[in-house]
């Protein structure tokens, strides 16, 4: 069993940054993918970011080139830099860990974390 703790959310203006963390506990750390997804009022959760084992990462489109997910197995942590925020970035962002293909789909994550507010003003 694995435990997912985000932290890091808040309000934040516009082009702004911030830097989301999520502490894992449980299962090795390193043995298994870890990512994000982001819910916004109304709408479905959908994928944000993933980073293997390896340390390989994707991104979604709308998030590519503004965020940057990684990871430290030493601290069990996985982080996502959000720059350049727009409104749009406004949800609850979710870490997940343990997936299986196709893992832009929610059902393919077995371990999530309760989520944290991210609000961006334009």
């Known amino acids: 069993q694995v435990q997912l703790v985000e932290s890091g959310g808040g309000l934040v203006q516009a082009g702004g940054s911030l830097r989301l963390s999520c502490a894992a506990s449980?299962?090795?750390?390193?043995?298994?993918?870890m990512g994000w997804f982001r819910q916004a009022p109304g709408k479905e959760r959908v994928f944000v970011s993933r980073?293997?084992?390896?340390?390989?990462?994707n991104y979604a489109d709308s998030v590519k080139g503004r965020f940057t997910i990684s990871r430290d197995n030493a601290k069990n942590t996985v982080y996502l830099q959000m720059n350049s925020l727009k409104f749009e970035d406004t949800a609850v962002y979710y870490c997940?860990?343990?997936?299986?293909?196709?893992?832009?789909?929610?059902?393919?994550?077995?371990?999530w974390g309760q989520g944290t507010q991210v609000t961006v003003s334009s």
């Open positions: 980073i293997g084992s390896s340390g390989l990462t």
């Open positions: 449980g299962r090795t750390f390193s043995s298994y993918a």
């Open positions: 997940v860990g343990d997936s299986r293909p196709p893992w832009n789909t929610p059902e393919r994550w077995n371990y």
